[in-house]
């Protein structure tokens, strides 16, 4: 089974960018989509972004759409999260998951596996 490993998380001003990544240290990613969830402060987890399995589908939820790019690259077994113009409203710990199929999906149940999280701190 994947363990997937983040990293890049940190703090930043509104406005800046951050660029997020996350690798599997076991199992190969390249068949299955890939997606961010995020935790802000006494919020539930929520879908940020999608990838499928060949990058040719991406998804977005609304309030990050036009500021954050997800990519991957299957030869690294790792996939990126691209945040530009972060805004306070950005802080919360950000998860990677891998889908249990190809297909991008904005469910967490759809995901089988999750990273530990990477806290982003964004100042005003």
């Known amino acids: 089974q994947a363990r997937l490993v983040e990293s890049g998380g940190g703090l930043a001003q509104a406005g800046n960018s951050l660029r997020l990544s996350c690798t599997s240290s076991?199992?190969?990613?390249?068949?299955?989509?890939m997606a961010w969830f995020r935790q802000g402060p006494e919020k539930e987890r929520e879908f940020v972004a999608a990838i499928s399995w060949s990058g040719g589908t991406t998804e977005y939820a609304n309030s990050v759409k036009g500021r954050f790019t997800i990519s991957r690259d299957n030869t690294q077994n790792t996939v990126f999260l691209q945040m530009d113009d972060l805004k306070p409203e950005d802080t919360a710990v950000y998860y990677c998951?891998?889908?249990?199929?190809?297909?991008?999906?904005?469910?967490?149940?759809?995901?089988?596996?999750w990273g530990q999280g990477t806290q982003i701190t964004v100042s005003s």
């Open positions: 076991g199992g190969v990613l390249k068949w299955n989509a």
């Open positions: 998951a891998l889908a249990k199929t190809s297909a991008t999906s904005r469910r967490s149940a759809d995901f089988g596996s």
